[in-house]
Antibody
Framework: EVQLVESGGGLVQPGGSLRLSCAAS????????FHWVRQATGKGLEWVSV???????YYAGSVEGRFTVSRENAKNSLYLQMNSLRAGDTAVYYC???????????WGQGTAVTVSS | QSVLTQPPSASGTPGQRVTMSCSGS????????VNWYQQFPGTAPKLLIY???QRPSGVPDRFSGSKSGTSASLAISGLRSEDEADYYC???????????FGGGTKVTVL
């Protein structure tokens, strides 16, 4: 079964750090680019970052310089290192995949991040 | 404020046709594919339309997408109660070097 499973969310104080993971299974991980998308409670979807097949990375302006996305093909895993967290980063974080501009066709179940003192 | 503009709500009675728009600019919709996602409360989004008008396998042909210039639209024909959900458009934006979403349209079946 094709699957993405996020983990690593939780409660963190403002200014703190958290590392999210996304474990992939059921497909050839190295053939896809991966994105992180987040959604605050009651709000719309917000794109966060992407790591391409080649390992290039891009970020939304709101997280640039604070978040780092990476992939480990040997472990079929995607990561999001989040530093200097702010209340505005509170959201459910989803990982999703894309290939050949065919849309984000598989999504994880999401992992909740709460930034609060 | 979202980069892509969607109406916040749309509604119709069962069997009707409902359409929703997604307006952008030359740096996103005007030069890249538009994808549409359906989301039910408390669940992950689901890909509904990709490359402007392509349906993934398993998506009913009641759903259709189109694009013209810097705007796109999603249509639901033969509206059903199970179509009540939030719908988001998305595209790559080359000026921002990132993906952008619309604010979402909540579809209500009356």
């Amino acid at each position: 079964e094709v699957q993405l499973v996020e983990s690593g969310g939780g409660l963190v104080q403002p200014g703190g750090s958290l590392r999210l993971s996304c474990a992939a299974s059921g497909f050839t991980f190295s053939s896809y680019e991966f994105h992180w998308v987040r959604q605050a409670t009651g709000k719309g979807l917000e794109w966060v970052s992407v790591v391409t097949i080649a390992g290039d990375t891009y970020y939304a302006g709101s997280v640039e310089g604070r978040f780092t996305v990476s992939r480990e093909n040997a472990k079929n895993s995607l990561y999001l290192q989040m530093n200097s967290l702010r209340a505005g980063d509170t959201a459910v974080y989803y990982c999703t995949r894309n290939r050949d501009n065919s849309g984000w066709d598989v999504w994880g179940q999401g992992t909740a991040v709460t930034v609060s003192s | 404020q979202s980069v892509l503009t969607q109406p916040p709500s749309a509604s119709g009675t069962p069997g009707q046709r409902v359409t929703m728009s997604c307006s952008g600019s030359t740096s996103n919709i005007g030069s890249h594919y538009v994808n549409w996602y359906q989301q039910f409360p408390g669940t992950a989004p689901k890909l509904l339309i990709y490359k402007n008008n392509q349906r993934p396998s398993g998506v009913p042909d009641r759903f259709s997408g189109s694009k013209s210039g810097t705007s796109a639209s999603l249509a639901i024909s033969g509206l059903r109660s199970e179509d009540e959900a939030d719908y988001y458009c998305a595209a790559w934006d080359e000026s921002l070097t990132g993906a952008v979403f619309g604010g979402g349209t909540k579809v209500t079946v009356l």
